[in-house]
């Protein structure tokens, strides 16, 4: 769907669908992790649903992604298996990395994710090197890498971008900016703006809504284009915020509570929800009734993995080396 | 089969061009190293045969070029990422260290980083303190990278080509001081297995055990001592990891002496970490304290009187050798 195109129901239902599987993923973390149960730090995308739905629903299958330490909701939007993933999440061995990579470090080929990343602008290389891959050998496939507005001060990015440009290589940056890293105002670390970091090497800048998926989704399947015609890369900047704190547990209280509750009302979920019901798409009581379904089929999940085993003292060396 | 007299830098090129020609996902990464033909000359050639799509010029930026090689490796590519100078892998060490070293561990085995990155290292010319150092102590630290480092033309074209056919990341180290050396070189097929180390001279009182340029240094030694009746045996370690700890216990077990020697820095080095395994699984067999030989721990400097003091010596290791054998 281009931005004049018009909303179907199949198709803004798949939206919803992706968006809510994310929070209702997310929010059963947070209760797990606040039970205890999720082994070390963990950092919940609630509130951005958006940009990992809207971008991934620009995508073909074979198209590869990079993400980061805020990852769930581009593992999932890419088509994880939720039992998989909660299993890394919670350290067993049915995970994707047999429990030894945990939450910041799901890598999955059958999905093409290379990876959610501990390094703060880690997956930026790897999908620029991605793209490299596709252009070399004449491939039809693209590289995506989400990554937060804190990567946006990171010398690897540009140096990235830089190759990215001059080489024309099929990627698409996303910038989330939930305007915070960690605990500091993303302003109060960033001379410049985010789009002039991209605008200097001749890359596209699309600056959006990152609350609003349809225009994610529009932005993407621009960028797309562009990088499918050999065009080159593009960067996404998406004006979002996170929900919860920097990671389960982090009570926030460095945010403005008036400004807290202004994005709270713009929660994507609800204004996508709003818009397919004024369009006659859906009506309240079935999106009611979608959402406690999809929540009852992640908290099966969660029980699933959890009652899953840890991995096995032998299994320490397993995969180091071929 | 017959054999060449090849350099060091040409016996890589062999293998690069070899490996280039059966295997067109392989692709070279790199500074200068396109129509230039690097700065070494060491690329000499490729460009022309394989084109600007295989031998990619790259602007100066260490960091990207070996963080998007692993991404490139992750989805289909085997690229030769080349650092200029050993010194600058620092730059490039956040995407050797926390990406391509975990990436088959965190995805078991989900995702392979076939990659080899090459360097040049070592002192000699003058180049300082920025452009001399031999840091391959501190990748071989790191679990999940392979490290190799030829001491001879035919080893270099053989590991070479295994590096670029292995499933990990693996660290290549060239002296820069063998680059122009000559050695035979087999014709045909020729590969060295990574993790194999080699019996380069048979002896009976003491073991050398070295790494790189120095097993240059310890041959030398080994033909000198001879004439004092000193017979050295010399272990060529080849492949820092995985490590051939058999072939160096058994050596040790053998002649009950050990000299390890390296020309990277002694502390928190490759001779200590050696010199530990002896001592830890041959303590039995020895009739001296294992000894070590290393840089001394300052940076290189350039002084054309004080860089060569930096430099491992024939000296240095025959005293060492005699002190081992109680004639000093
Ligand atoms: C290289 C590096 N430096 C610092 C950190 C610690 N850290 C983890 S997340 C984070 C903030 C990142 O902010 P941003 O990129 O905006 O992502 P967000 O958390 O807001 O989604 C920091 C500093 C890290 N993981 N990696
Ligand atoms: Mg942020």
Redesign the interface.
Same mark, same amino acid.
């Given at each position: 769907m281009t931005t004049n195109e018009k909303l179907t129901g199949d198709f803004g239902l798949s939206l919803y669908r992706g968006m809510v599987t994310i929070r209702a993923f997310e929010e059963r973390v947070r209760s797990l992790s606040a039970a205890g149960q999720v082994p070390g730090l963990t950092h919940l995308y609630s509130g951005q649903e958006a940009v990992a739905v809207g971008v991934s629903s620009a995508l073909q299958p074979d198209d590869a992604i990079t993400s980061h330490h805020r990852g769930h909701g581009h593992c999932l939007a890419s088509g994880a298996d939720p039992v998989r993933l909660m299993a890394e999440i919670l350290g067993r061995t049915a995970g994707y990395g047999l429990g030894r990579g945990g939450s910041m470090h799901i890598l999955d080929p059958a999905t093409r994710n290379l990876g959610t990343n501990g390094i703060v602008g880690g997956g930026v290389p790897l999908a620029t090197g991605a793209a490299l891959t596709a252009k070399t050998l004449h491939a039809s496939w693209l590289a995506v890498a989400f990554f937060g507005d804190g990567a946006m001060n990171q010398g690897i990015v540009f140096e990235c971008m830089n190759m990215a440009a001059l080489w024309k290589l099929p990627v698409l940056y996303v910038c989330e900016n939930n305007h915070y890293g960690e605990f500091t105002r993303i302003d109060d670390v960033t001379a410049g703006t985010l789009a002039g970091r991209a605008a200097v090497f001749g890359i596209p800048v699309a600056e959006i809504d990152g609350m609003d998926v349809l225009a994610v989704h529009a932005a993407a399947q621009d960028a797309v284009a562009r990088a499918r015609e050999g065009q080159g890369p593009s960067l996404l900047v998406c004006d979002t915020w996170r929900f919860s704190g920097h990671h389960a547990g982090d009570k926030q209280s460095y945010k403005d509570d008036a400004e807290a509750k202004n994005w709270a009302a713009k929660c994507p979920i609800e204004t996508l929800g709003r818009r397919l019901v004024a369009n006659k798409l859906a009506d309240a009581d079935s999106l009611s009734a979608l959402r406690k379904t999809i929540e009852a089929d992640i908290a099966a999940v969660a029980e699933q993995a959890r009652a899953m085993p840890e991995p096995a003292s032998a299994s320490l060396e397993d995969h180091l080396h071929g | 089969m017959a054999e060449r007299q090849v350099t060091f830098k040409d016996a890589v090129l062999e293998a690069l061009a070899e490996e280039m020609r059966a295997d067109p996902?392989v692709?070279l990464i790199g500074e200068d190293i396109g129509a230039a033909g690097g700065v070494f000359l060491q690329t000499k050639g490729l460009f022309e045969e394989f084109g600007a799509?295989?031998v990619?010029d790259? #602007?100066i930026?260490e960091?990207?070029i070996?963080?998007?090689?692993?991404?490139?490796?992750?989805?289909?590519?085997r690229p030769v990422v080349e650092i200029m100078f050993g010194d600058f892998i620092t730059l490039g060490m956040?995407?050797l260290v926390?990406?391509a070293a975990?990436?088959?561990?965190?995805?078991?085995?989900?995702?392979?980083v076939p990659l080899v990155l090459r360097t040049a290292i070592g002192v000699g010319g003058n180049l300082g303190p920025q452009h001399s150092q031999s840091l391959h102590a501190w990748v071989a630290h790191v #679990?999940?990278l392979?490290v190799v480092m030829p001491s001879n033309a035919a080893d270099a074209k053989g590991l070479m080509k295994a590096a670029i056919r292995?499933?990990?990341p693996v660290v290549f180290f060239e002296s820069r001081s063998s680059y122009n050396t000559k050695g035979p070189v087999s014709d045909g097929e020729h590969v060295v297995p990574i993790g194999k180390a080699a019996v380069t001279r048979e002896g009976r009182n003491v073991s050398i055990v070295a790494v790189g340029a120095m097993v240059g240094v310890a041959l030398q030694v080994a033909e000198r001592l001879a004439g004092e009746d000193i017979s050295v045996e010399v272990v060529d370690v080849r492949s820092l990891v995985?490590l051939d700890e058999g072939t160096i216990l058994k050596s040790v077990k053998k002649t009950s002496r050990a000299l390890v020697l390296d020309a990277g820095y002694a502390q928190f080095g490759v001779t200590g970490e050696i010199a530990a395994l002896i001592a830890e699984q041959a303590f039995d067999w020895l009739d001296a304290p294992v000894m070590r030989l290393a840089a001394p721990n300052v940076p290189i400097p350039f002084s054309r009187t004080l860089e060569p003091l930096v430099i491992p010596s024939r000296d240095q290791a025959a005293a060492k050798v005699r002190e081992l054998m109680g004639t000093r």
């Open positions: - | 996902s692709v799509s295989r990619i790259t #602007p930026s960091s990207a070996v963080g998007m090689a692993i991404g490139a490796a992750m989805t289909g590519l956040d995407q926390n990406q975990k990436v088959r561990y965190m995805s078991a085995g989900g995702f392979t #679990p999940g392979k292995d499933g990990d995985p």
